[in-house]
């Protein structure tokens, strides 16, 4: 029998899935948002909730309902060496070629260069991510509790930071907000939508999912039932404080810019703001947190990625894998922030549409039987248009013009897939392929069940 929980044991859970998820990279794109929507941050905010709240909660609770043992079993009920592909692309988008160099990248930009100027500028970053990755290094190759309890104390003293500042901007703002970016001016929900991929959360979700359900069981709770309860309404408690905290800081870059001015990230509107509402002090205090924040969150992702690639090749060691990732993440920080922002959305517009489909597959799967029909079908419909999808993001990114295969694909796409020249061509071509080879498979089940009764 299930251990009954007490509403402090669901917000202990909570809390570590917020910190779990809440990476100070986080802290940029909302604010980002802001800025870029200016009076239509409202509508912007909402879709941005929907991919950068909404889905890592459904991805949590996608593992515990698949009953999966980690994200490489839910992604082999596609095929055993798509899991392996999928899962391998996942963690190196969370890890070395994106999310890791970006924790040192941010602590720089958020921390360090309001402080670096003149003839430092240069070398600024360099020096800098030497030092953070090299300390990230030593701490992952041996994990210890010390990174744990840094990890226990951030998380407070980021929200209650975060508060000071946010509360501030809403009782004092910085200024109106001004008139939405092009791309917000027509469609901003949409924009909000996909700018939310932004996070990684939903992909990280498929990962932190099993860690979650982990520490459910410690707890007592051991039926499927119970631990999918357990799961959601910590969720909520998780989801509920990701949700005020990208509100606020949206909020905070809507008005902000005609006091800031118009900024390329994040990080410069938050590090402009602590500066105008608190002066040295506020700017040192949200530089010594973020940057110990994106220290524990460059380890977790470290350990978590040498830990997987161990496992899959484990010819090579643990300490090995640390070792590359941490180099590997090095050289990458230093194309800076912004470059590693543009060179990682084409890989988002690819991966979020099969991650979305997967754990929409993971909730409908008993409706089918758990048939790999629906699953491959599905999958391969959303494939064919995210790879087109990824492709197009950049060849913008790279400036250059895309090529008369890719582009008369394109336009065939932007002509037949409703959506799509909002980034969602995808969606209803999935959920129609869910449909049919759901019937398919149905019917697949009824003409073996009535064959046995025939032969019996």
């Known amino acids: 029998m299930d251990k009954k929980l007490s509403f402090s044991a669901y917000a202990v859970i909570g809390m570590m899935l917020f910190a779990l998820f809440f ?28 991919t950068g709240v909404g889905l890592p ?49 941010v602590s720089y930009e958020i921390g360090i260069a309001p402080f670096v ?45 975060l508060a000071a500042l946010l509360i501030m901007a809403i009782v004092n703002p910085m200024g109106k907000a001004a008139a939405p970016q092009e791309a917000y001016a027509s469609g901003a929900f949409l924009k909000g939508f996909t700018e939310g991929y932004n996070t990684m959360d939903a992909l990280a979700s498929l990962v932190f ?33 990701l949700a005020v905290v990208y509100a606020g800081i949206a909020y905070l870059g809507s008005t902000s810019t005609n006091t800031l001015g118009l900024f390329e990230t994040g990080g410069p509107v938050l590090s402009g703001a602590s500066s105008h509402y608190f002066g040295t002090f506020g700017t040192l205090l949200l530089a010594v947190i973020i940057t110990l924040a994106c220290l524990t969150t460059a380890i977790g992702l470290t350990v978590a ?95 250059i013009a895309n090529p008369d295969w890719l582009q008369s694909i394109i336009d065939f796409y932007a002509a037949s897939l409703p959506l799509y020249n909002d980034g969602l061509g995808w969606l209803i071509p999935a959920l129609a392929a869910i ?20 032969e019996a």
């Open 23 to 50: 990476g100070a990279g986080n802290l940029i794109f909302p604010a980002q948002l802001g800025q870029a929507a200016g009076s239509e941050v409202a509508w912007a905010i909402l879709g941005f909730l929907i």
């Open 305 to 399: 990625n040498a830990e997987y690639f161990h496992k899959l090749m484990p010819r090579i060691s643990y300490k090995a894998y640390v070792v590359i990732f941490s180099v590997f993440s090095l050289v990458v920080a230093n194309a800076g922030l912004s470059n590693i922002i543009a060179y990682s959305i084409p890989v988002l517009m690819f991966l979020y549409p099969l991650a979305i489909v997967l754990i929409i597959l993971a909730f409908l799967s008993p409706v089918f039987k758990h048939d790999r029909i629906v699953y491959v079908g599905a999958m391969a419909v959303t494939f064919f248009i995210a790879i087109i999808d990824g492709l197009k993001t950049l060849t913008a990114s790279l400036g």
């Open 57 to 105: 909660l459904l991805g949590i609770l996608a593992i515990g309902y698949s009953k999966s043992s980690d994200l490489q079993d839910l992604s082999s009920r596609v095929h055993p060496v798509f899991g392996v592909i999928f899962t391998a692309l996942l963690y190196l988008t969370i890890g070395p070629f994106f999310a890791l160099p970006r924790t040192g990248a």
């Open 435 to 454: 449909a049919v080879f759901s019937v398919i498979a149905r019917s697949r089940k009824g003409v073996n069940v009535q064959t046995a009764r025939n």
């Open 209 to 241: 999912g099993i860690i979650v359900i982990a520490t459910v069981r410690k707890l007592g709770v051991t039926s499927p039932k119970g631990i999918l309860s357990a799961t959601l309404k910590s969720g909520v408690v998780a989801a509920g404080l």
């Open 117 to 161: 100027g003149g003839d430092f500028a240069s070398i600024g970053l360099p020096v800098f991510t030497v030092v953070f990755f090299g300390l990230s290094l030593l701490l992952s190759l041996n994990p210890s509790k010390l990174v744990d309890s840094i990890g226990k104390f951030l998380s407070p003293a980021i929200l209650i930071t």
